[in-house]
């Protein structure tokens, strides 16, 4: 990392709270692919976010779950969740992450 991390925001009361609105969510570059899902760079409003996208909808219940996860996490190691989108148009789940500007760890 190149930057200190940003000070962790109080995080939402419920795991609902947490969801995005697919309106408010702009896609940018494809960032990486897996066996799962496509992970894209992002902006919500002026923050850049990635967003992780299923790649069927067999996977949704997965990605849903990841999400709950992700949302009872919390460490300045583990890269930080700020919500979800379950309203996208072709109906698959989103996970929106703090952007890591350097990269995959595992390119390290």
């Known amino acids: 990392l190149v930057e200190p991390r940003p000070q962790r925001v109080a995080p939402p009361y419920s795991f609902k709270e947490c969801f995005i609105k697919y309106e408010d969510i ?12 496509v992970v894209y760079a992002g902006f919500i409003r002026s923050m850049r976010v990635a967003v992780k996208k299923s790649l ?17 996490l919390s460490h300045q190691r583990i890269v930080r ?9 072709d109906g698959h789940v989103l996970i929106v992450t703090e952007f890591m ?5 595992r390119d390290y």
């Open 81 to 89: 969740f700020l919500g979800f989108c379950c309203d996208a148009p």
């Open 26 to 37: 702009r896609l940018e570059g494809e960032l990486g692919r897996g066996n799962f899902g």
């Open 56 to 72: 069927t909808e067999t996977n949704d219940e997965a990605f849903r779950e990841e999400a709950r996860v992700m949302h009872a």
């Open 101 to 105: 500007a350097n990269g995959a760890l």
